[in-house]
């Protein structure tokens, strides 16, 4: 499990005239909700890019002054027109604490579907599932090894993992191999001619 260390500063005053003030500071106002109370923070833009924008799931290790708390995000606000952070929520990881969180789902394995000439579409990139801080992982992972052209890899086939219940319904697809309109107009003509032949 990868994690960021990202340092981070108590926000004193709170509301839409603060938050609007540390943006116009250069800064991204952030709030760390999941303890006592929320803390409101701020933090360097270029601080939270590998974590903002990176397709994988991360801890974020949010270092105020002498504290240091292990968080997950849970939200981003971004500018309607510069796409500019505009505003982090964290949730901050607590032992045995259960939470619901987004996990990227990734492929093992080599298709027959796309060794033959078929096309892999992944249908869903991530999977909400249910667990604590002790069993979260980066990713989960389904095998694609017996998917044959034109078949579809479900939610229920996600390989379980200690301690994570997937969330997502289990029929949903995952992945689908797609069959090329080529093969299908070569196996229509196909068809077709065998019918011709057998008819004549």
């Known amino acids: 499990m990868n994690t960021l260390t990202i340092s981070a500063q108590h926000r004193e005053s709170t509301g839409k005239s603060s938050s609007r003030k540390v943006r116009e500071q250069g800064h991204i106002p952030a709030v760390i909700y999941g303890g006592d109370q929320p803390i409101h923070i701020y933090l360097e833009p270029m601080a939270v890019r590998p974590l903002v924008y990176s397709p994988n799931f991360q801890i974020a290790e949010l270092t105020i002054g002498t504290d240091s708390l292990r968080c997950i995000l849970k939200d981003v606000q971004y500018h309607p027109v510069t796409d500019e952070v505009q505003h982090i929520d964290f949730?901050?990881?607590?032992?045995?604490?259960?939470?619901?969180?987004?996990?990227?789902?990734?492929?093992?394995?080599?298709?027959?579907?796309?060794?033959?000439?078929?096309?892999?579409?992944q249908?869903?990139?991530?999977?909400?599932?249910?667990?604590?801080?002790?069993?979260?992982?980066?990713?989960?992972?389904?095998?694609?090894?017996?998917?044959?052209?034109?078949?579809?890899?479900?939610?229920?086939?996600?390989?379980?993992?200690?301690?994570?219940?997937?969330?997502?319904?289990?029929?949903?697809?995952?992945?689908?191999?797609?069959?090329?309109?080529?093969?299908?107009?070569?196996?229509?003509?196909?068809?077709?001619?065998?019918?011709?032949?057998?008819?004549?």
């Not at 259960?98 to 492929?107: A, D, G, I, Q, T």
């Not at 579907?113 to 078929?118: H, I």
């Open 123 to 200: 249908k869903m990139r991530r999977a909400k599932v249910l667990t604590t801080p002790e069993h979260l992982v980066d990713q989960l992972l389904v095998d694609i090894s017996k998917l044959e052209m034109g078949q579809s890899i479900r939610v229920r086939d996600i390989e379980a993992r200690d301690g994570i219940e997937i969330m997502n319904a289990p029929a949903i697809p995952v992945a689908t191999i797609n069959i090329p309109r080529s093969m299908r107009s070569a196996a229509t003509a196909e068809k077709k001619a065998t019918a011709k032949g057998e008819n004549a």
């Open 91 to 121: 949730l901050q990881l607590s032992p045995g604490k259960k939470v619901k969180v987004e996990l990227p789902v990734r492929f093992k394995g080599d298709s027959p579907g796309v060794r033959l000439g078929g096309k892999l579409i």
